[in-house]
């Protein structure tokens, strides 16, 4: 039986990361970290059979894509079921202030309560449907092949949770670094879990940003 095997990686640091602000779908550009990061990911994959690189549509994650795709001669596939969770009216805020500002909505999110929406964005359970969708689309067209998915912190625990059973509602226990490589495996079947929190490329200490 034929399975796709996916390396899923999340997006280089961004500004808005160090700062601890909720990028949710808004389209926030890579930091001089977060280049050095897509870089150093594209060299890591370098040797690695692709079949096809994909990319969530956001600036992010496709220009993460555009450096890994640059090092193996192929082009970036945008898809926006990659996208990142929307947040709604939290996008923008740090997590700071929303716990002083909405107690009762930063309380139903930390317990992860899996039908709830912040005004305006995505519920855990409709991320969840567009993720599975978004994987089964893009992994069923290369079975027996290596593809590449870039994407985001909550498209990756959603894969993660896919891939391991574990629950919605479950706290988090496993690690969602920037340009880190995640291995998983797909067929028809469901989803595996290879590998995952792949940062040995990310090893070397970073450029610093400008002061200026």
Known sequence: ?????????????????????????????????G????????EALRGEPLGAIYSSDLLRAADTAAAIARAQGLSTQLHLGLRERHFGVCQGSRWSELETTQPELTELWRRRV???????????????????????EV?????????????????????????????L??????QLGNAA???????????????????????AAPVDEPLS
Not at 157 to 164: I, S
């Open 181 to 203: 490589i995640n291995r998983l495996l797909w067929s028809p079947q469901g989803l595996r879990l290879v590998g995952w929190s792949d940062t040995l490329h990310l090893d």
């Open 139 to 167: 992994a069923a067209a290369h079975l027996g092949q290596q593809i590449v998915i870039v994407t985001h912190g909550g498209v990756l625990d959603t894969l993660y949770r896919l891939a391991t059973g574990v629950e």
């Open 114 to 136: 899996p039908d709830f929406a912040p005004p305006g964005g995505e519920s855990l359970l409709a991320l969840r449907q567009r993720v599975l969708q978004a994987l089964e």
């Open 1 to 33: 039986m034929h399975c796709t095997r996916i390396l899923a990686i999340r997006h280089g640091e961004t500004a808005w990361n160090r700062d601890n602000r909720i990028q949710g779908q808004l389209d926030i550009e890579l930091n001089m970290t």
């Open 35 to 42: 280049r050095w990061q897509a870089e150093r990911t594209a």
């Open 169 to 174: 509602q479950a706290p988090r226990t496993w």
